[in-house]
Each structure stands twice: as C-alpha cells, then as structure tokens.
C-alpha cells in the first residue's frame, strides 16, 4: 500500500498571485520541487497534453479529470488517455455532468461508464461535487447503495456546505460521511465551512474546520487501508481553486498563500498516513516496532 499526493493544475492557476503567474512549465517545477507525486490533469483544457508531457519528463504521474454529459462523451477521455500515455495515469476522476431527478435515472449513466472504464482497463472513480450528478449527499448515499460497483473520490468540502453542516458537526452527519468515506478511493483536499466552499487554512478561526476535515481524511484513509489489497496505491490532492474559490479581499487580492496551503495539505495527508502505518489495516490495533 502506498500513498501519493498529487498537486491540482486547477489549483496552480494563478500563482504566485501578486508576484504574477507561473508559466505552465513553471507550474510542473514547482509541483517536482515541492514533493508532489504528480498531478490532477483537466481532459478538456488546451495544455492538458502539454501538463502530460512535462509531468512524464519529471518522473511524476497524474490522473485524468473529465466532466461527461452522456454515456457516449466518455469515450473521448478514454482516447485522450491511450493518445498520452496510460503507463503514468493513476484513474480517472469523474464529474458527471448530468443532474438526473432520481437515482434510478443516473444507473444506467454509472454502469455505462463504468462498463467502458473497465472494457479499457482504467480505474474510474466517481467525484462528489456541487452541480453535479453527486451534489446532494443524500441522493449520493442512496445511488452508492444502488450501484455497489461505484467508487468515489471524496471531495467532502462540497457536502458540508451544500448541506451547511452546524458546529459542532451533530454524530448524525458523521455518520454520514462515514458511509461516504467507506465507499472512497481518492481524496480531494479542501476545507470548508457552512458558508464557504473553500476557507483559508493558516487563519486561526478556520483551525477547527481544518481538524474536522483532517479527522475525516484519516477515518477515510484508515477504511481504505482496510479494503485496499497490498499493491494498490491511494491518491490524495490539495485542490485550491483560484478566485473566486479563493476568497479575495476589496481589490481581489487572494487572503491567504494558497500555494503554502496545498503544501500543508500535502504535509497533512503524509502524517496521517505515518500515523496509519503502525496499525494493522484489517485490525486498526498499533502494531508494535521491531527491535533492531
């Protein structure tokens, strides 16, 4: 079992931010120099092949996002892969551009996919996300009942504010999460709050969000370490978006450094995943070290 932590090129937009903006061979550097493993590429962006090729160049890897509105759109991304290259491509990460009534209407969208994802030998995970075929939590949990196949990437910043979550998050929720986060196989990494989608995470009044979120990554992390077999590998990415994700203040100025944020993002994903590596995964109890 492994972890990587992947940077998002969504999230690379616009920095430094007063200092201008990093070329997009910039932007790759600056992912290789900090440590990422690799990064989160958009299928449908004019410089994805380009993101590819800089990625590949630098020994890093990524994973594919696309946003279909049928069945049939998935195809292109699945050409897009075999086009760039499927040695270096983790999964991919889906939006599902569709917003049907009822569970019963998304289906046969779901098992369409995923009968292509898995017809081309890619690992497909589904994104919860506002504005989206997964943007209500409930409606989430019942389709994850209905298609048992279906695996998630858990951007769970979408559902705390979505459903505007009270402090102190009530047990009831985190039950609910917790049957999210057991049908999980990627993290997005992102804090909310009730109101906002994405907070600053060095403010001192947004520090019990960020342990919220940090707790329920590692409840997360702990499930798929359980479920997971020995060489698979689980991809966590920081995902700042830029303004106006990225709360600004009276003259657009971003107020924090986001760029350091997604490097403690990426610092939090590693220590939880220090901390889960002296458990047992099918047990949870701390396995004693080995004298030397």
């Known amino acids: 079992m492994e972890l990587l932590v992947f940077q998002s090129m969504w999230g690379m937009e616009e920095l430094p931010g007063e200092k201008g903006s990093w070329s997009l061979e910039e932007q790759v550097d600056q992912i ?34 696309c946003f279909p509105k049928t069945i049939e759109d998935f195809a292109t991304t699945i050409e897009f892969i075999e086009e760039t290259g499927r040695d270096g491509c983790d999964h991919i990460n889906m939006q599902p551009n569709v917003r049907p009534a009822t569970v019963l209407e998304s289906i046969p969208y779901v098992l369409g996919w995923q009968q292509m994802a898995d017809q081309a030998g890619l690992d497909l995970y589904i994104e919860t996300h506002r504005d989206r075929m997964t ?67 060095s403010f001192p009044h947004q520090q019990r969000w960020l342990e919220l979120f940090t707790h329920w990554w590692e409840q997360g992390f702990r499930s798929w370490r359980t479920r997971a077999a020995q060489e698979d590998t689980l991809i966590f990415t920081p995902e700042l978006g830029p303004p106006p994700y990225a709360i600004t203040g009276p003259d657009g100025t971003e107020q924090s450094d986001r760029w350091e944020e997604a490097l403690l993002l990426q610092q939090t994903a590693r220590d939880i995943w220090q901390k889960l590596e002296t458990e047992d995964p099918k047990t949870n109890a701390t396995v004693p070290a080995v004298a030397k």
């Open 32 to 65: 290789a120099a900090a440590g990422f493993d690799g990064a989160a590429v958009e299928d449908d962006v004019p410089e994805a092949r380009d993101t590819i090729s800089l990625l590949r160049d630098r020994g890093l890897k990524w994973c594919v996002a």
């Open 135 to 201: 943007t209500d939590l409930l409606f989430t949990l019942q389709l994850i009942d209905a298609v048992p196949s279906l695996k998630l990437t858990a951007d769970l910043s979408h559902f705390l504010v979505g459903r505007e979550f009270k402090w102190p998050v009530p047990d009831a929720e985190h039950e609910l999460i917790r049957r999210i986060l057991e049908r999980t196989w990627a993290f997005h990494g992102r804090v909310a709050t009730r109101e906002q989608v994405q907070v600053q995470l």
